[in-house]
């Protein structure tokens, strides 16, 4: 009998080995497998691993626990789709060591982060992100910088340099790389419409050009003052010292309706003002009046033959003949060329913009070339463009 | 029922300066958890709280919270009642009271203290359940080698014909952590993403099923039928339960990345097992509760009153993971608040309190030990009433979140609605720590002289 027992207690604890043998094979060694199959297959040719500075700034991300409030895997169902972009495959985390998952998401997923948002906004939001994300609740990572947003050490430089490589390595892939993944994965209808058949980067943020719907004028302005004050007065009306170029002074401007519609929709690209797309139509058009709303009364300028005569041999190139932001050179500039008939700055502003030029976009300074008269001049011209 | 003042038990095999050294190792470290979980919280409610130190940042204090609860508090809670449970089970000695001391020394002085300081200082990994930096790994490998080394001769020394339940919980769970451990610590350090998720998935569930569970869950079988001085009501269940349990809980990993890219059919076997593990529960607690019977609904007595709450929370507790292994509710409520009140109901309700009365039983039985049953009690609501707030608040909190992201509100919706949410969780620090300091003084003071004569 006590053999007996001793055999089937032998018995047993080999059972439970096999147990947990059966788990790491049936979970992990075999899933582990069929990944490892996938990767190869579809990943494509020559992915780019991290540089020496994007792996330092992933060491950064991972020691602050970033992964555990931001996942870096977009889940295959309509709801993180919709949000984030194609679902997350396999061979996307194939330089991942150890991988990033996360379990829990306070901020958004970070899988395609990389063209999202401009180094400016990005370094700014490390150091303190309340300043362009006024209800965030993320931590300030004002340690990695010298006292100032856009003062970072190469720490921040780092993280940031990681940032950008979230969702690189798919975006360069682009359609030819999704072609391929697509014909080599072994899978489901299911997991090939949420691996491929979605925007690579549904991040409604993302800065692009295209047709912006119609915002319709609201008299109520008490819906849009509250929207702009959760969205917009972070960086309109803060300091925001670290973005380049400076939010745009709303109360110095006017817009034309399609003026707002284009910016708040596209946002503006080389920039760090983000589209708004995830807010409905009925917020932009509130928050549309409400910044109509800011802009004080302007007056109207006349043109005048040497405003026109210098604006024609300095800045139509740029800005169009017709003052539209249409020139020849425009298309080259990531920052488009303002457009003086949907916006009108005020005639102080317009001239100190002419004189020291907008730090951080292609406009220049000309206070070194034109006097002050006829600085004065281009001032007024420009401003006759507007048509409201 | 056993009277805590009168002098049952001495237990001359028990090394009690060892229980005593553990047991209050285990509160101290508790405190400094819950203290970088209440900061972290706080967090949440008013980021800029502390200021901009990377010492007292969010990311840092998260990881040291979950690691201090499960070596601080939890791995020497358990230690202690090992040094209680196991000569009691096996009629042996463990192997060496000098073992003991180095064991002891290597978990707090080369673990926890050590790995909190690393972690604060940036040295860390960011894996779920394994945020001590690999060189603490080491350390902890080494003392569960000497823990086995404690523990699990005298099981043998005379065979195992009569081993209780306790002990086959106490084996198992020695062996596999010490299996479980390296995989999900080392395995994602040198297998690519998605392929070391599986693995990660496999270890978070691990850490919680095959350590956790199973010391808690010896300390149940145990405390129930010493303190109620009646036996077990089923042999034969507390075996097929331990059994089921063994086979069940490692195959439940996956259910921790449903829908992502791992293979679905992994994806489903793991939610299989994460449906089937609820009915073993439903065993286990059954029987455990059935042998509780005769000391009423309500224990008078507080080691047995912990470790009977600790086990009807555990029920509800893995019925709740059955149920959001399922897809049609993993989708809404993963990576929500939702999983956080999960996780908490499972630590600081089915293992804190299991593990209280564990600590708390095994205390009553050291020869002329302080004890103050009525701190106890204090304990014991001020605890259920902190854990209970902050779960449905959570919950509530993650259903709020879940229901955000299916809509087409902006991300920061959800972060805005979670606010006062996470306010109310981070306010939930006072009872919670005024209970866990009561317990402290159930355990280090005496009763007032006229009570106790």
Sequence with gaps: MKRFLRMSYLAASIGGVMFFAMSVVLLGVWPGRTLDHDIHAMSPPHPMDLTASEQHGRTIYSREGCAYCHTEQIRYIESDTRRFGAATLAWETRFDYPHLWGTRRIGPDLSREGAVRSNDWQLTHLYQPREVVADSVMPAYDWLFDGAPDRPKQDALDVLAYLETLGRNRALAGAEGDAHARAACDCSEDEKRFGFSKPLNASPAMAQRGPVPALTISNDLAPGRAVYASNCASCHEGSAPGLR???????????????????????????????????????????????????????????????????????????????????????????????????????EYAQNAIKNGIDGSPMAAWKTRLTDEEIAAVARYVRAFYQP | MIQPEAEVNPAPLVATRLVQAHGIAAILTLFVSILFGFVAALELAAPDVAGGSPLLSWGRLRYDHTQGIL?????????????????????????????????????????????????????????????????????????????????????????????????????????????????????????????????????????????????????????????????????????????????????????????????????IGAITASTLLGFDVILVVANLLLSA???????????????????????????????????????????????IGHSHLAMLGFATFTVAGGLIHAWQRIPGVRYNAPMLDLAYWLLLGGLLVMFVDLTIAGLVEAHLWNSAAPWIDSVRAARPYWLVRALTFLPISLGFMALFGGLTTDLPTEEAA
């Design chain 2, 293 to 339: 019977r005769g000391s009423g609904w309500f224990p008078r007595d507080p080691g047995l009153r912990f470790v009977t709450t600790g086990t009807v929370l555990y029920l509800v507790v893995s019925i709740q993971g059955s149920l959001q292994a399922q897809m049609a509710i993993n989708r809404s409520v993963h990576f929500s608040d939702w999983v």
């Design chain 2, 71 to 267: 070596f601080g508090w939890l791995g020497n809670a358990f230690l202690a009642f090992l040094y209680h449970a196991v000569p009691l089970i096996s009629g042996r000695r463990v192997t060496s009271e000098r073992l003991g001391y180095w064991i002891f020394g290597l978990w707090n002085f080369a673990v926890v203290l050590p790995g909190w300081a690393l972690v604060l200082a940036g040295f860390s990994q960011p894996l779920e359940w394994a945020e001590f930096p690999l060189v603490i790994d080491a350390f902890v490998i080494l003392a569960l080698i000497l823990a086995a080394v404690q523990f699990l001769p005298p099981f043998f020394a005379d065979g195992l014909e009569d081993l209780y339940v306790s002990g086959w919980y106490i084996i198992g769970a020695l062996v596999f952590t010490l299996f479980a451990y390296p995989m999900g610590n080392l395995v994602p350090e040198l297998v690519p993403g998605a392929i070391g998720a599986a693995f990660s998935g496999l270890w978070i569930h691990d850490a919680v099923g095959l350590f956790v569970t199973p010391l808690a869950l010896a300390i149940a079988y145990f405390v129930i039928p010493a303190a109620t001085g009646r036996p077990i009501y089923s042999h034969f269940l507390s075996m097929l339960g331990f059994w089921l349990l063994f086979f069940l809980y490692p195959l439940n990993g996956t259910h921790h990345y449903v829908f992502s890219v791992i293979p679905m059919s992994a994806q």
């Design chain 1, 245 to 347: 170029p400076k939010p745009a002074n709303l109360a110095a401007h006017q817009y034309t309706m399609a003026a707002l519609s284009d910016a708040l929709w596209n946002g503006r690209a080389g920039t760090s003002m983000p589209a708004w797309r995830d807010l409905s139509l009925a917020d932009l058009s509130a928050v549309a009046a409400a910044v109509r709303e800011k802009s004080q009364p302007q007056t109207d300028s006349i043109a005048d033959q040497l405003g026109e005569r210098i604006y024609k041999s300095n800045c139509a190139q740029c800005h169009g003949e017709r003052g539209a932001g249409d020139g020849s050179a425009a298309s080259q500039f990531t920052i488009a060329p303002v457009n003086f008939v949907q916006q009108r700055a005020s005639l």
